[in-house]
């Protein structure tokens, strides 16, 4: 008998400690709910928060959502990894932010964010590239650039350098080598408008001197799939190279200049962000990049997502922002927001 009370008064305990638990949490998370009630906070979550563009496009859009009202902006790291930025999304999530911005790592979990963001009722805006089906359908708000005609003006600038510049001395030695990020949808048609416009203005140069290379965006990746191609055609002593992004063509430079190949060749970025460095070099085969203010992203997707929030102003589908193109000659009044 003894031992049955024992056992009873055991389990009373250890129910009443189950129950005091469950409303401490109870309480905590009414506690939070009711710190943050008459607050805005959002969140931006970036792919690469290492690469200077993510870093100023997200530093950009926190100043804007502070100065619009925001009582602040949670800033996370992606790191390129699709577990590091589903963990990040369902954080700020079960915080509760009112609304979120995302850059993903990889498109494929476009519909897994939308899906989670639309669950908790939050507002989410794609920036940079966009969240959308597999037929390329928009599935929230995107900001970003015309990746299309980008590509084609950069393509144009380098058929008017090279013949500017007379840098194709042997048709039969020159190649062309276009850096693809083949996964990333914004991305695919800067390298289809670079193609078409090389095309376009060189209709006789040889198909089979045109090459192809792939790589994920970060500077090393384009290093590495520059190189593999140059190694292969040891015959080609002259390289004019473009890119998706100024990673891939600083990548490509610093595997030309390996290759002792960089005096012949030309290297031409999108997105400016890394420029300045190449072209305050005494010398670098980077000679131009499309400028995109990725300050202007980031202010921009801040400003709708706030209105948004605050006002309950409908978020365009999709907004785009223009590029220019920057040599060691203008960069320095083009750029001058990014340079301060």
């Not at 970036?46 to 925001?70: C, H, M, N, P, R």
Request: charged share 25%; aromatic share 6%; proline share 3%.
């Amino acid at each position: 008998m003894k031992k049955l009370l024992a056992i009873l008064l055991i389990t009373l305990l250890t129910m009443g400690v189950v129950t005091g638990c469950g409303s401490e949490k109870a309480e905590d998370s009414q506690t939070q709910k009711e710190e943050k009630d008459g607050k805005i906070v959002i969140a931006g979550i970036y792919k690469a928060l290492d690469q200077v563009w993510f870093i100023d496009e997200s530093t950009a859009a926190k100043e804007e959502a502070l100065k619009l009202g925001a009582d602040d902006m949670l800033l996370i790291d992606a790191k390129m990894n699709p577990d590091t930025y589903l963990a990040a999304l369902d954080n700020v999530i079960s915080q509760g932010v009112d609304g979120i911005l995302v850059c993903v790592p990889d498109q494929q979990l476009s519909k897994a964010t939308v899906d989670r963001a639309k669950n908790a009722g939050i507002p989410i805006i794609a920036v940079d590239d966009a969240l959308q089906d597999q037929d390329g359908k928009l599935l929230a708000p995107w900001v970003g650039i015309d990746s299309y005609d980008i590509g084609k003006t950069i393509g144009n600038f380098m058929v008017d350098y090279v013949k500017e510049n007379e840098t194709m001395e042997d048709v039969n030695k020159t190649g062309v080598l276009l850096l693809t990020m083949d996964t990333v949808s914004s991305c695919v048609p800067r390298t289809k408008g670079q193609l078409d416009a090389w095309n376009e203005k060189m209709p006789d140069f040889p198909k089979e001197n045109i090459f192809t290379s792939d790589y994920n965006g970060e500077t090393a990746k384009g290093f590495d799939a520059a190189a593999a191609v140059i190694t292969a055609n040891p015959n080609i002593k002259t390289w004019l190279v473009m890119a998706p992004n100024d990673e891939g063509s600083v990548g490509a430079t610093r595997a030309l200049e390996q290759a002792g190949l960089d005096k012949e060749s030309v290297a031409i970025g999108l997105g400016g962000h890394l420029s300045k460095g190449e072209f305050e070099r005494e010398y670098s085969a980077f000679k131009a990049s499309a400028y995109i203010n990725s300050f202007d992203v980031g202010r921009t997707s801040a400003k709708e997502m706030i209105e948004h929030v605050k006002d309950g102003k409908e978020i365009p589908e999709r907004q785009v922002v223009s590029a220019k193109m920057v040599t060691k000659e203008n960069y320095k009044e083009i750029m001058k927001d990014a340079l301060q």
